[in-house]
């Protein structure tokens, strides 16, 4: 096939390619491959459409059910399955009695496979006889329904709607999913072309079609591997991508609504200028080298872009600026910071506290912000902190500190957060950065001086220096605190995205559970996920509540081994826990299952995706950590640790493609209880 495409490309009456035009399809044409193979490309003037391949009989009947128009309303250009009303394709209602049943016409395609979104409709709740039937044509039109099909939506029965959904325009049944469901149509009005604007440049035509630009592109595009159709961009991510932000932008949107993609393609495009230097970053290395790899697949045509393009790490592109601009750090280690708060203690200071809570305390909010003095202790927001400390208490514990900056300091050793502190220094006194652009992925989960280091940056570079992607409702490795305070304001240039590529409707559905429709940052920024939608359809998530875990093992052994017989390879299976202290737990079902396969914490898992997910140990005492939890005086603070513990588990559960399980010992998680409501 990618022989003749290339074929195609250079010299469509080439020797071999018998191209034949399809007489009842005007426009459409098709092209032998081998003896049985044939593409169907539509033809219109200067440019051609490689529209399907399939066998010769299938392709001929492919090409006469469809036509290649653009959207009466919307302007974007759709492949349109003709909808026949013959009378083998009419069913009949019958989920109620009725004296005289009438036939309901159903597009063609409809029946050719069975309905499988039972699950459609919320817990307890039955789709309505005709869920679209009180729809207008406006209601219609906006959403992206061809007019063909304005009356085969109404009359779609509640057994039909899968069927309907697998023969509309993508854009349309992605808004109609979401309307049965308990969504608002209002969420999905497409965006509606200018007059005479090009009908494969509208967003959700580009969702359809690559346009390629020449011969060598067209090789480029043909021999990637698949992980390069992996990264191709949905029209709904394309706007932020190439817009011209006049300051820091952030794109949000739940798990897998192609953030990451997001943030990708805007690197790679801010890359595309000649005169820009980008950064591309995230928080761990493992995730920056998942990110280098797609970057190398996406700039293969474009080797210019892939040179100025650096994909790292944020600690580790900090570290690398640090020892250009000043000299190799030398990094204090935890294990330093603990023997220095004993030291400080055995010399008399501290009294009144333990040092777990002048480490916590160090390492949450002193070193965190960047304190230096007791005034800035007194003052700093102590948002997650369990303990309310008075002027005595502040006063005792401070003494700990300032022993700890000296006595670090003598030793001329850093922490993370004083290299960020200095090279913020450093910046806004005119040091010269290596790049003109920074790109964060995972962005909710930046430190405070992580985000003072790159709101100075922002300040010295270019109106679109700074582009964020990210989700608040997967922050779990900092408690919150107020972007705009720190100077990163990105009120006014702030995106949700709405569609789910990676987790099963089934798993969204349930993982959304965990989190409130709408979640507010401490900027007052609200990110929504009502109109969230996924593409795809998989099994209900396994929910099983156990006497104890030697049950619980055995429980969800039996279960990954049901996977693994269904063809799911053993490292697209993952077992996750809350911490190191139930990893047994996980190695115990993985063992009897006589498969390798992961064990991690849900903390190690963020950013990853797997086919099947098990998550163990959700038991009461487990998660949310009492440890978290005990001492808290504050109701705020309480809210807080109880956000970042559900954040913790909906990063656990999203990390599931197709199948998920979730286990525990009884009476289990209280987040269970959400869940299953």
Not at 405 to 413: F, H, Q, S, T, Y
């Amino acid at each position: 096939m990618k022989i003749t495409a290339f074929d195609l490309a250079q010299d469509e009456s080439g020797n071999g390619l018998s191209l034949h035009r399809v007489e009842a399809a005007p426009g459409f044409w098709t092209a032998r491959v081998s003896q049985d193979i044939r593409i169907v490309l539509h033809k219109d003037g200067q440019h051609t459409l490689l529209a399907w391949v399939g066998h010769h009989d299938d392709a001929y009947h492919w090409a006469e059910r469809r036509r290649l128009v653009p959207h009466e309303r919307t302007g974007a250009m759709q492949l349109v399955e003709i909808v026949e009303r013959t009378e083998e394709r009419l069913v009949y209602t019958n989920t109620v009695e009725e004296a005289a049943p009438a036939p309901v016409a159903v597009p063609t395609g409809a029946l050719a496979r069975p309905a499988s979104r039972g699950d459609l409709p919320p817990a307890g709740r039955s789709l309505p006889l005709r869920p679209f039937a009180q729809l207008s044509d406006d209601d219609l039109l906006n959403v992206g329904v061809p007019r063909d099909w304005l009356d085969a939506v109404r009359s779609a029965d509640e057994a039909s709607v899968d069927g309907l959904f697998s023969s509309l325009p993508d854009e349309a049944a992605e808004a109609l999913l979401d309307f049965a469901t308990g969504g608002r149509l209002q969420d999905h009005v497409a965006l509606q072309a200018s007059p005479g604007a090009d009908p494969f440049a509208h967003p959700d035509a580009q969702r359809r079609f690559r346009a390629v630009d020449g011969v060598e592109e067209l090789k480029a595009a043909l021999d990637a591997p698949f992980a390069q159709w992996a990264v191709f961009l949905h029209p709904a991510q394309r706007a932020p991508v190439t817009r011209d932000w006049r300051g820091p932008a952030r794109v949000s949107g739940s798990a897998g609504t192609g953030k990451t993609i997001v943030a990708l393609h805007r690197a790679v495009h801010l890359a595309g200028r000649t005169e820009a230097q980008v950064l591309l970053t995230t928080f761990s290395k493992p995730l920056a080298a998942s990110l280098a790899g797609k970057a190398e697949l996406m700039t293969e045509a474009a080797p210019d872009a892939r040179a100025r393009l650096t994909v790292r790490a944020i600690d580790q592109a900090a570290y690398e600026l640090y020892v250009r601009a000043f000299g190799q750090p030398n990094m204090a280690t935890a294990s330093q910071v603990r023997a220095t708060i004993k030291a400080a203690m055995d010399s008399g200071l501290g009294a009144g506290h333990s040092p777990a809570f002048l480490y916590e305390e160090w390492d949450e909010l002193v070193d965190a912000w960047g304190l230096h003095d007791a005034d800035a202790y007194a003052t700093v927001p102590r948002i997650g902190r369990r303990t309310r400390l008075g002027p005595k208490q502040r006063e005792s514990a401070w003494a700990v500190f300032a022993f700890v900056r000296e006595r670090l300091a003598a030793r001329g050793v850093v922490t993370t957060a004083d290299v960020y502190g200095r090279l913020t220094r450093w910046v806004e006194d005119g040091g010269r950065l290596p790049f003109t652009h920074v790109v964060v992925d995972e962005a909710q989960d930046l430190s405070v001086a992580q985000a003072r280091f790159l709101a100075a940056v922002g300040r010295a570079g270019i109106a679109d220096a700074l582009f964020f992607t990210g989700d608040l409702g997967q922050r779990i490795f900092h408690l919150p605190f107020s972007w705009a305070k720190l100077g990163l304001d990105v009120r006014g240039r702030a995106q949700v995205l709405k569609v789910c590529y990676r987790t099963s409707h089934q798993i969204r559905r349930i993982a959304d559970r965990l989190l409130a429709s709408e979640i507010t940052d401490q900027d007052g920024i609200e990110e929504s996920r009502r109109g969230t939608v996924s593409v795809f359809d998989g099994p209900d998530p396994a929910i099983g509540l156990f006497d104890d875990a030697v049950a619980e093992a055995a429980s969800v052994s039996t279960w990954l081994r049901s996977r693994l017989a269904e063809g799911v390879a053993a490292n697209e299976l993952v077992v996750l826990v809350r911490s190191e202290q139930q990893l047994d737990r996980g190695h115990a079902a993985v063992k009897a299952t006589g498969s390798d396969m992961r064990v991690m914490t849900m903390h190690d898992a963020k950013g990853l995706e797997f086919r099947t997910v098990a998550v163990m140990a959700l038991d009461e005492d487990v998660l949310p950590d009492p440890g978290r939890l005990s001492g808290i005086g504050d109701v705020a603070d309480l809210e807080a640790i109880q956000d970042a513990e559900r954040h913790l588990l909906y990063v656990a559960a999203t990390r599931a493609r197709d199948h998920l399980m979730l286990s525990g010992v009884a009476p289990g998680s209280e987040f269970l209880d959400d869940i299953m409501k």
